[in-house]
């Protein structure tokens, strides 16, 4: 037990930083997800993952694998395309799936006409599947930093967002705080995102985002009980998914992402509301 | 400043109106749904607004509470300004999956109070637990919404509308899909808040309700057909009327201007 669960950790520094940036992330965009599933925009969350990745690809492209021009090629990419999508979606008849689906395919297709005409490079596949296991300190105080400011702007946010969730029409109705809320919540989905990105890769960084959250689903039924069982999940599944990619030679971060769908499947499964399980025996009660 | 350059519009009324229409028109996409309005809404009036499908009902409602703005004309508020107003609209946007409980979807009727981040002091939660027993919701404070029958969600906003405190209600059909004993729970709240002086405009259907409780009705048909006491205005050449002038532009070419008037 302690030498499969705990050695690593002790024996080698890059694990610690492996977990502790995962613990970063999770506590981060976790709750992000959670409210990304509550406006079921989850999908949401993907189709911003795809518009960061160009970003940070230029950001590569120009300064070599720099942790800030990529962060910043990230930021500037998500927010333009999540601004205008929103923008276009508040002044034109065109719903927000429909104008964020245009605006992050022009991202992408931009985003690989760039690196085409560049030339690719092996480093750019640290871009898509991360580097978790290579954290260095400015990446780590970035990962740090990115979920303090996130869990900070939540803590501000959460009585509007909630409301911007349950009842939008009522929020505009008493105050103008509405798009603010809609925008800022854009810019933590981004921020959370480009945070990601440097652990566990562009691509997999939305896992971490809304699987646990679709797990929580199964285990509580308030927004605080959703919130902390998606940490939870976010938590273990990080710890689990390093120790197996440490023992077996996977590669982390997919590692990561797969444990966290495991923990959805068995939610599914298992959970006490609402899953299969939960719904056959309440159905079975009733019936007797 | 607005009432003295459309001054002559009230020479004789007195400067009691809560809000007024002027001219107001008002669509989607430049087709317009309410056409050359003009009525006041006196300040403690209570007022049904009845017409047939697509008469422009809920559209009206909408451009006062500005979620539509007007083609021409406008809104102008007297003795009520825009943050005095609640509006409660025909399907709710609520998203009655989403997690939270009774208690905290009526407290958010305090918003105007307490904003996003005050907090609900002794005094507001006192306040909460007498809306929700004044529309027969106890003992249901902390169920989810997602777990109430429609009626029982309707007593929940309601709820939320009597901590809003407003000077002047809108309701888009408050009655529809709800059962009777609710209703007239519902009724004796709009009531109580014409005694209290407040200025009530529902959209409704059923004309016995309306006659039994509102001592006004506005009927509307695109344009406005009649304005005034209940009994003169529910007649059944009203009626014909409403029904005519709404068949005569169904179609999108609109071929009715003032001149059907």
Known sequence: ?288 | MGRVLLGNLFVGAPMTHAIAFQNFTLGYNQLPAVLHLQAEIAEGSLTAIVGPNGAGKSTLLKGVVNALSPISGRVSFGTVALEDIAYLPQQSEVDRSFPISVVELVAMGLWRKIGPFGRLGRADRTRIAEAISAVGLEGFELRPIGSLSSGQMQRALFARLLLQDARLVLLDEPFTAIDARTMADLIDIVRRWHGEGRTVLAVLHDFDVIRANFPETLMLARQLVAHGPTELVLTAENQFRARQMCEACAGPPHTCGRSAA
């Open chain 1, 1 to 288: 037990m302690w030498e499969f669960v705990f050695a690593p950790f002790v024996d080698f520094g890059f694990m610690r930083r492996a977990l502790l940036g995962c613990i970063a992330i999770s506590v981060g965009a976790t709750p992000v997800g959670v409210f990304l599933m509550l406006r079921r925009m989850s999908l949401t969350g993907d189709a911003m993952a795809h518009a960061i990745l160009p970003g940070a690809a230029v950001g590569y492209l120009v300064s070599g694998l720099s942790l800030g021009a990529m962060t910043v090629g990230g930021l500037i990419a998500g927010m333009a395309v999540a601004l205008l999508s929103g923008f276009v979606t508040r002044v034109t008849a065109l719903r927000e799936d429909a104008s964020l689906a245009a605006f992050y395919l022009i991202s992408l297709a931009l985003g690989v006409l760039i690196v085409s005409t560049r030339g690719g490079n092996v480093d750019l596949m640290h871009v898509l599947f991360g580097t978790v296991l290579a954290l260095n300190d400015a990446a780590l105080i970035l990962l740090c930093s990115i979920a303090s400011l996130s869990v900070l702007t939540f803590a501000l946010l959460f009585r509007p967002l909630v409301l911007e969730c349950a009842d939008p029409q009522f929020l505009r109705s008493v105050s103008g705080i509405s798009a603010v809320t809609h925008f800022t919540f854009l810019a933590l989905v981004v921020m959370n995102l480009v945070g990601g990105f440097h652990a566990l890769g562009t691509l997999m960084a939305v896992g971490i985002m809304i699987l646990p959250a679709a797990a929580a689903r199964f285990w509580a039924a308030s927004i605080g009980g959703l919130i902390v069982a998606a940490v939870v999940v976010a938590l273990l599944s990080s710890l689990s998914g390093l120790l197996l990619s440490y023992h077996f030679g996977l590669p982390s971060g997919p590692a990561i992402i797969l444990l966290a769908g495991l923990a959805y499947g068995v939610s599914l499964l298992l959970g006490p509301e609402g899953s299969l399980v939960a719904s056959t025996l309440s159905r079975r009660t009733l019936k007797t």
